[in-house]
């Protein structure tokens, strides 16, 4: 959910040109697998498409293709670091970290609650996004 939103607040700035936006999975369980329907569906809600994306698993490679790697949750930030072999750089950090209420996205697989997720992933991005621009 969280690679769409941030896409379409990008797009809506104007700035596509500035970033690369890519979601990976941090465990195996949906690899190849589209996006799950309630978020889909969710997406759907405020316009948004997620046509095409099926999961793939992050890699160590990806730490040094990217600035930035952002987890949802403290889980997803232990596999991250795991999978880059730590975090020498900084650039493993939770998306609820750019809020004034750090901590783990609503996970939706849990409560199936997609608008508490929608809620959080849109605060998360939107901050986020008005740091990166800042940076430019």
Request: include cysteine; proline fraction near 4%; charged fraction near 25%.
């Amino acid at each position: 959910m969280a690679e769409f939103v941030m896409k379409e607040l990008v797009r809506n700035a104007g700035k596509e040109d500035a970033f690369v936006i890519e979601s990976a999975a941090t465990s195996t369980e949906e690899i190849g697998n589209s996006v799950y329907p309630p978020a889909r569906r969710k997406l759907a809600e405020h316009g948004i498409s997620c046509q095409g994306k099926t999961a793939r698993q992050m890699t160590r490679s990806d730490y040094d293709r990217f600035d930035l790697l952002i987890g949802m949750d403290t889980w997803n930030i232990r596999n991250m670091r795991n999978i880059c072999g730590g975090d020498p750089e900084g650039k493993i950090v939770m998306l609820m970290n750019y809020t004034n209420r750090p901590g783990d996205v609503a996970d939706p697989w849990y409560t199936g609650d997609f608008e508490a997720t929608w809620r959080d992933v849109l605060e998360g991005c939107q901050n986020l996004l008005s740091v990166l621009i800042k940076s430019l």
